[in-house]
């Protein structure tokens, strides 16, 4: 009989089952990849969306420079927020997927073109994609920067559910958006934050998914 206790799996931590180094990566790709076109779907309808994703839009819509330059050069600051609050590992995976959501964006119209799309279609399809894409690049310890921070370090501190929090700040960014676009394309838009920040709310709740 064997009696020599068993060697410790390195990819379980008091019961976790840790995502190995491929699953993180194929997780960082598959989340921005998703993204990405959902930011896309909205861009081709003229819609917004919120957070820094959606201020960048804003801005690329007011003075014509691409989105991707724009989405990165907004998470510059908050990435120092990343640093002091969630830590190196946490910070790089961040800017890896916001480096990688700002080149597939200016990629996007060179694989797809231009597209003619219902507006409601764009708005509620292309916050689904993101939401979905968000959502898997949390699971991965990553997010998109801007607010994703901001409410993943208050759903860890406070137990506040990191959906309602972005919802509540992209609110803001969304009224905003009446400076620029017609009101009609932001009250889609409006709904379309809330099918993303509800898809968060839904399904990254603290206690709830045991991976990491």
């Known amino acids: 009989m064997d009696t020599r206790a068993p060697r410790a799996d390195p990819d379980v931590d008091d019961g976790i089952v840790r995502h190995s180094v491929l699953e993180d990566v194929l997780g960082m790709v598959t989340g921005t990849f998703t993204v990405s076109l959902g930011l896309f779907l909205l861009k081709a309808s003229g819609a917004v969306t919120g957070g820094t994703a959606g201020l960048a839009l804003l801005l690329s819509y007011m003075g014509g420079l691409p989105f991707g330059l724009l ?3 907004v998470n510059i600051p908050f990435f120092a927020l990343a640093v002091w609050k969630k830590g190196w590992d946490f910070t790089l995976r961040t800017m890896a997927a916001v480096a990688l959501v ?5 990629l996007r119209p060179i694989a797809l073109g231009t597209l003619t799309l219902d507006p409601l279609y764009a708005a509620l399809g292309g916050n689904l994609l993101a939401g979905v894409g968000l959502l898997i690049l949390f699971r991965h310890k990553a997010s998109l920067g801007g607010f994703n921070i ?4 208050l759903q ?3 137990g506040w559910r990191a959906g309602y929090i972005q919802m509540a700040l992209d609110t803001t960014v969304v009224l905003a958006a009446l400076t620029v676009v017609a009101p009609a394309s932001v009250l889609l838009s409006a709904v379309g934050a809330v099918v993303l920040n509800l898809v968060v709310a ?4 603290p206690g709830r998914y045991l991976g990491a």
């Open 202 to 205: 839904l399904n990254h709740r």
């Open 71 to 73: 989405f990165f050069a």
């Open 102 to 106: 700002a080149g597939l964006s200016d």
């Open 150 to 153: 901001l409410a993943l370090i």
């Open 156 to 158: 860890e501190r406070l």
